[in-house]
């Protein structure tokens, strides 16, 4: 788990710690990966890139400034990281993940548990887009999840997929464990995991709603086919959104990388229903008080970033969803 | 829903504003309560005690001045509140509650949504416990839940459980939707709503543990019989909380008002398990990126305050074991 790169506050796990050893000297259960590319979580970015106006030297300082100081790419305002891409450099002896030197990876748990360290100051960097180009080294533990990045994929698809791979796997999961007719509205649904959990829902049976925050993405959803029914709402405002979806439905899953928006997923799902977050702006008592003071009936899910498989189901729907993959090359080009 | 009390930000509902309007002339379909007491949720109360040093007269002014600022208790820190009892004064020709003038009542949502306004300074407080004697008004609104107090239990009493009814209400579920023999840990077992999720664990046929955090709770969690087992750990210490829980349980209950116990009880449950969070201080993306970084497939659940009957399920159990109601009457007296 990685207990011994933690150095401070001691006793924590990895992803707890504030400051962890990146040094990139292994231990016999551990593998160094030469890193290439990092991705940062939308919520990190984009708080990043408000709060300096869109100046990309600055954002680019802050960032090489966190990873400096706390061995990790964790942003301390929004708690949230993002992943890497890399080559495989060192195995330890005792690695259990089953890799070897040369092999193309994504790392599939949190760079804020990721010990990391840069060498080029992330000078390739504009500091205007989550993606990252880099040098340097991460460590990986032996309870890491890791992906081998798919051959009929750029990596840098494969990334942006495997950033988000556990929002659809858990939406096909709980999509399946309710029975008769299930509906799903997806906040944010021309996003990366928005319709991805899109394309879950619907070959899990669902009959799928996607709320959106203009025309421009109703018309892109629209046009791929994405979703059943498409609608424009603001998805802070909660009336908005109850209206937008009408109906209240089975499943709502939360994909919008803003504050505020707790309250309008619980209103528009129907008691008995569930309510998974997957944005990492999710405020827990806002949630937890705001479902009690609507008196809603509904289950809660923080959105898992773990499932089994969930690398591979996500890959698996870009591969079989042409509108998907468009989406995500068009997310991936225009940075 | 209340939205007519939003002053700031428009749009958003009570709870999600930063001020309310609590002046006390009601709608056609709203209630007003005369305040005789608040409870503050323990995590604001904790927050505020340890900010002030302890110093009571801080603590009520600055409980005080939330309260006039933002026209409800609501922690701008911790975003929790609390609740609170008092006697119907008037109510709206179109209220759906259900009430008369005269009925003693407990506000089931939160302080953090509920137009509260107090005319006495608060000063029959000293500021040192979490129950407020308190005058004023409160206001419902249609959607708002309420309980009528129960004749054999003190006002005091009832509120500290109605405080924490969704706990147990939750737990029982969960506990039964699992085939088979069910195992539950409840960290922190020996408060309020930990006590309650123990006896709603056992009952609904789970054999249960209690996680608590030294050996005068431990003694006092024995002496009442709550559980079946009884281990001490640091809830804020993943390996200790593992360690104490043994053998991964299939549901964990978080009951422990710090920050820092995400991470603990994803790893003291199995996979396939469930955790359940129910403290007001838990960090949405320390559980979320947690669980993906230990690569555990378990379920996380926001604890919603809000399950159907949990009122009367919370006192029922109460009143059916000695232990549970021990311990609440010695936390009300304690105070």
């Given at each position: 788990?990685?207990?011994?790169?933690?150095?401070?506050?001691?006793?924590?796990?990895?992803?707890?710690a504030w400051?962890?050893?990146?040094?990139?000297?292994?231990?016999?259960?551990?593998?160094?990966?030469?890193?290439?590319?990092?991705n940062?979580?939308?919520?990190?970015?984009?708080?990043?890139?408000?709060?300096?106006?869109?100046?990309?030297?600055?954002?680019?300082?802050?960032?090489?400034?966190?990873?400096?100081?706390?061995?990790?790419?964790?942003?301390?305002?929004?708690?949230?990281?993002?992943?890497?891409?890399?080559?495989?450099?060192?195995?330890?002896?005792e690695?259990?993940?089953?890799?070897?030197?040369g092999?193309?990876?994504?790392?599939?748990?949190?760079?804020?548990?990721?010990?990391?360290?840069i060498?080029?100051?992330?000078?390739?960097?504009?500091?205007?887009?989550?993606?990252?180009?880099?040098?340097?080294?991460?460590?990986?533990?032996?309870?890491?999840?890791?992906?081998v990045?798919?051959?009929?994929?750029?990596?840098e698809?494969?990334?942006?997929?495997?950033?988000?791979c556990?929002?659809?796997?858990?939406?096909?999961?709980?999509?399946?464990?309710?029975?008769?007719?299930?509906?799903?509205?997806?906040?944010?649904?021309?996003?990366?995991?928005?319709?991805l959990?899109?394309?879950?829902?619907?070959?899990?049976?669902?009959?799928?709603?996607?709320?959106?925050?203009?025309?421009?993405?109703?018309?892109?959803?629209?046009?791929?086919?994405?979703?059943?029914?498409?609608?424009?709402?603001?998805?802070?405002?909660?009336?908005?959104?109850?209206?937008?979806?009408?109906?209240?439905?089975?499943?709502?899953?939360?994909c919008?990388?803003?504050p505020?928006?707790?309250?309008?997923?619980?209103?528009?799902?129907?008691?008995?229903?569930?309510?998974?977050?997957?944005?990492?702006?999710?405020?827990f008592?806002?949630?937890?008080?705001?479902?009690?003071?609507?008196?809603?009936?509904?289950?809660?899910?923080?959105?898992?970033?773990?499932?089994?498989?969930?690398?591979?189901f996500a890959?698996?729907?870009?591969?079989?969803?042409?509108?998907?993959?468009?989406?995500?090359?068009?997310?991936?080009?225009?940075?």
């Open positions: 788990m990685g207990l011994r790169r933690v150095l401070e506050p001691a006793g924590v796990l990895p992803q707890a400051r962890l050893d990146a040094s990139p000297e292994i231990a016999a259960d551990e593998v160094r990966i030469a890193v290439r590319r990092l940062l979580d939308a919520a990190s970015f984009r708080q990043l890139a408000e709060k300096h106006g869109g100046d990309g030297a600055k954002v680019r300082a802050e960032v090489a400034g966190i990873i400096e100081t706390r061995g990790k790419m964790h942003n301390p305002v929004t708690g949230s990281g993002g992943m890497l891409i890399g080559v495989v450099e060192e195995v330890g002896s690695s259990p993940l089953g890799l070897k030197p092999d193309r990876v994504a790392t599939l748990v949190s760079l804020t548990l990721t010990p990391l360290r060498t080029d100051g992330l000078q390739q960097w504009d500091g205007k887009s989550e993606q990252i180009p880099a040098e340097g080294t991460a460590i990986l533990f032996g309870r890491s999840v890791v992906g990045l798919p051959e009929d994929l750029e990596p698809l494969a990334l942006a997929v495997y950033d988000v556990g929002a659809p796997a858990l939406t096909d999961r709980i999509v399946r464990e309710y029975d008769g007719e299930v509906t799903v509205a997806v906040l944010g649904g021309a996003g990366k995991s928005g319709s959990s899109l394309a879950a829902a619907r070959l899990a049976g669902a009959r799928t709603t996607a709320i959106v925050r203009d025309e421009t993405e109703a018309a892109a959803v629209r046009q791929g086919g994405l979703a059943d029914a498409v609608a424009v709402a603001d998805a802070r405002n909660p009336v908005a959104v109850a209206e937008a979806v009408g109906e209240p439905v089975t499943i709502t899953v939360v919008v990388d803003v505020g928006c707790e309250h309008g997923a619980i209103l528009a799902t129907a008691p008995g229903g569930t309510v998974i977050f997957f944005s990492m702006a999710t405020s008592p806002a949630a937890a008080l705001g479902a009690e003071g609507l008196a809603a009936d509904v289950t809660m899910l923080i959105g898992n970033g773990f499932v089994p498989g969930h690398a591979e890959v698996d729907l870009v591969r079989r969803v042409p509108a998907v993959r468009q989406l995500f090359e068009s997310r991936v080009a225009g940075h």
